[in-house]
């Protein structure tokens, strides 16, 4: 017997995929855009009905730019930065038409009687991070359209694979050690962590993260696969392993100060304080039926909210 799985949905990253994949035409009667709702809304029914999972947690940022991985790396996520707060998190730059469907999201999740989850200082990749860290007896799926999650897949002691929704749901890719290893060229086994290790070597100018110049996802790849880790890696240059062609160990060498940090920035944390909102098992009917109705109406999400609805009674069937 297959044992259900929990999913585990990066909301930020499901919501702003929604909205942009969806027109701004749909609107409130009091014409505010409704895009990411519904279809953040059709998304979360799309998971439950087609993975069937028992349970499943909304993960949320609490904080879209930590404060220890700024200190760590000072670039990170820099250019998405709106407002630059002395104290406290600083404002991201968001489209003016998303960021008043948030809270409708997170009413409706509410009143539906979904889990949300967040821990106060952490993104919500390190929610994830956690929650599949210490998932102790039903494998995990991450739903995401996000590759920085692909550093948590995994056989053991439980399966983590990640529900990659990049080309949307339609095409959505289940992707899991074997999967990375064969698209990357990275070991099977330590798909993961390898993918991660990698990761760091080519940057990601979408995140600020610079990596080492001259080095990209092909030759990062088997200078993992070659040494085994990151660490491993930089401890070879340091050497000046003759494993290592001089123009690597020097470019490298050159960027020491860089991959010293990009761990703190790059591998979530497994041990953030996260906090649920609620029992992250799916119910079977909603929470606050009269709430749904409320929202459904006032924000014009009908059909949206029936076919979640729906998916939650097929779970009975």
Avoid at 42 to 50: H, K, S
Avoid at 210 to 237: C, D, M, N, R, Y
Avoid at 267 to 295: G, K, T
Wanted: hydrophobic share 40%.
């Amino acid at each position: 017997m297959t044992t259900a799985p929990v999913a585990l949905l990066d909301a930020a990253s499901l919501y702003f995929r929604s909205f942009f994949a969806l027109p701004d035409s749909m609107t409130a009667p009091d014409g505010t855009p409704v895009n990411a709702v519904r279809g953040f809304t059709d998304t979360v029914a799309r998971i439950i009905v087609d993975r069937r999972p028992s349970r499943l947690v909304a993960c949320l940022d609490a904080d879209w730019r930590p404060q220890f991985r700024v200190d760590a790396l000072p670039s990170y996520k820099a250019h998405r930065v709106a407002e630059a707060t002395p104290q406290g998190a600083d404002v991201e730059e968001v489209p003016d038409t998303l960021t008043p469907q948030v809270p409708i999201i997170l009413d409706l999740l509410e009143a539906v009687g979904l889990a949300t989850g967040e821990a106060t200082g952490f993104e919500a990749d390190d929610v994830i991070g956690t929650l599949t860290a210490t998932e102790e007896t039903d494998p995990v799926e991450v739903i995401t359209g996000d590759r920085d999650l692909f550093q948590l897949v995994r056989t053991e002691p439980t399966p983590a694979s990640v529900i990659y929704v990049g080309k949307g749901w339609a095409k959505a890719e289940v992707l899991g050690p074997a999967e990375i290893g064969a698209r990357y060229g990275v070991p099977a086994e330590q798909a993961g962590p390898a993918y991660a290790d990698m990761s760091m070597l080519r940057g990601d100018p979408s995140d600020g993260l610079p990596g080492v110049a001259g080095i990209g996802e092909k030759t990062a790849a088997k200078l993992i696969t070659q040494f085994g880790s990151l660490g491993a890696l930089v401890e070879a240059a340091r050497r000046e392993s003759p494993d290592l062609p001089v123009k690597t160990r020097t470019r490298l060498n050159e960027a020491a100060d860089y991959l010293a940090v990009a761990p703190t920035v790059v591998r979530v944390a497994p041990d953030a304080p996260v906090v649920l909102s609620r029992d992250d098992r799916i119910p079977a009917e909603p929470a606050d039926p009269d709430r749904v109705a409320e929202l459904a109406q006032r924000w014009n999400l009908g059909n949206s909210v029936k076919r979640l609805l729906d998916a939650l009674e097929s779970r009975e069937a």
